[in-house]
């Protein structure tokens, strides 16, 4: 069992940057995939960042690729986003999620997180 809590949304101007984190509780975080997924107010939730748990693989959505870093610290539980370069379309509450060895669905998709935390609203103003 892995609880998650996210941290480190808030209101930011358009160009701005803001990190959030994510901390996990439990010993086994290393053995999770982690990733960041956002849901826009009337949308489907959508995958923005994914870090594998052995190698540290990166994945992106391509809205955010080369503007968004995720990163992932083992020795304190705690995976990260750092946004750079905000847009108003980034506005969305960020969710945190973690995939155990068990899942079967793929990576990309919200079926594939066995875990999940409570959000961060994030607000970028034009």
């Known amino acids: 069992q892995v609880q998650l809590v996210e941290s480190g949304g808030g209101l930011v101007q358009a160009g701005g940057s803001l990190r959030l984190s994510c901390a996990a509780s439990g010993r086994t975080f290393s053995s999770y995939t982690m990733a960041w997924f956002r849901q826009a107010p009337g949308k489907e939730r959508e995958l923005v960042a994914v870090?594998?748990?052995?190698?540290?693989?990166?994945y992106y959505a391509a809205s955010v690729k080369g503007r968004f870093t995720i990163s992932r610290d083992n020795a304190k539980n705690t995976v990260y986003l750092q946004m750079n370069s905000l847009k108003p379309e980034d506005t969305a509450v960020y969710y945190c999620?973690?995939?155990?060895?068990?899942?079967?669905?793929?990576?990309?998709?919200?079926?594939?997180?066995?875990?999940w935390g409570q959000g961060t609203q994030v607000t970028v103003s034009s």
């Open positions: 999620a973690a995939r155990s060895l068990r899942a079967s669905s793929t990576l990309y998709s919200t079926d594939g997180y066995d875990y």
């Open positions: 870090i594998t748990r052995n190698d540290g693989l990166t």
